[in-house]
């Protein structure tokens, strides 16, 4: 596809239930990212992807988020054991390195 | 503290005026971001810079490196402006921080 995917658009979760959140990058792009974005907020980081290698995982609020990008493209975000304070939408961009980063629709996520 | 401020966060303008966004932010930097956010949409990179100005179409983004500052303005807004703009800076990872925001309202 021409630009950044992500699936699903929209995720209900009960509080307790695990959850993945896809994104298909560019093609060709070597970094992808993960934001987080709560409402009325700015984004803000999560972790950063240089092809398949994990670069930086800093801003993962806890344990309980994991992040993986096994072949280098398709990177999926994973919750586990989901909390309220979890809602938000889930940006993910790619970029060729150092470049413009290109953004995805995001996933909003609701914790009931 | 933020490490990316934005001034003001919010803003209405009357079509046709001219709009002019801050964005101040505290350490070095290797680039800084302007990006455009729709309601419900998703977010579009406006410009990319690390030094001097650039234009595209009606706007225009500056910095200064040695006050730390940005700003973007709009000449001529028209209500289909109306958005959120944000400005991200990357320091020398890839990973972009972002200020909080500036919502803008254009009426015709």
């Known amino acids: 596809g021409a630009g950044v995917s992500q699936s699903p658009r929209y995720k209900v979760a009960k509080r307790g239930q695990d959850v993945a959140l896809r994104c298909d990058p560019i093609s060709g792009h070597v970094s992808l990212f993960w934001y987080q974005q709560a409402l009325g907020q700015g984004p803000e980081f999560l972790t950063y992807f240089q092809n398949e290698a994990q670069l930086d995982k800093s801003g993962l609020p806890s344990d309980r988020f994991f992040a993986e990008r096994p072949e280098g493209s398709v990177s999926t975000l994973k919750i586990q054991r989901t909390q309220q304070e979890d809602s938000a939408v889930y940006l993910c961009?790619?970029?060729?390195?150092?470049?413009?980063?290109?953004f995805g629709p995001g996933t909003r996520l609701t914790v009931t | 503290k933020n490490e990316v401020e934005q001034s003001p966060q919010n803003l209405t303008a009357q079509e046709g005026e001219f709009i002019t966004i801050n964005c101040s932010y505290s350490v070095g930097i290797s680039a800084l971001h302007w990006l455009q956010q729709h309601p419900g949409g998703g977010i579009v990179s406006l410009f990319m810079l690390s030094s001097g100005k650039k234009k595209h179409g009606r706007l225009i983004a500056t910095i200064n490196i040695q006050e730390k500052h940005s700003s973007l303005h709009i000449t001529a807004s028209h209500p289909r402006d109306s958005a959120v703009y944000i400005c991200?800076?990357?320091?020398?990872?890839?990973?972009?921080?972002f200020g909080t925001g500036t919502r803008l309202q254009v009426f015709p």
């Open positions: 991200a800076v990357r320091y020398y990872t890839d990973k972009l921080i």
């Open positions: 961009a790619s970029s060729r390195g150092g470049q413009v980063q290109y």
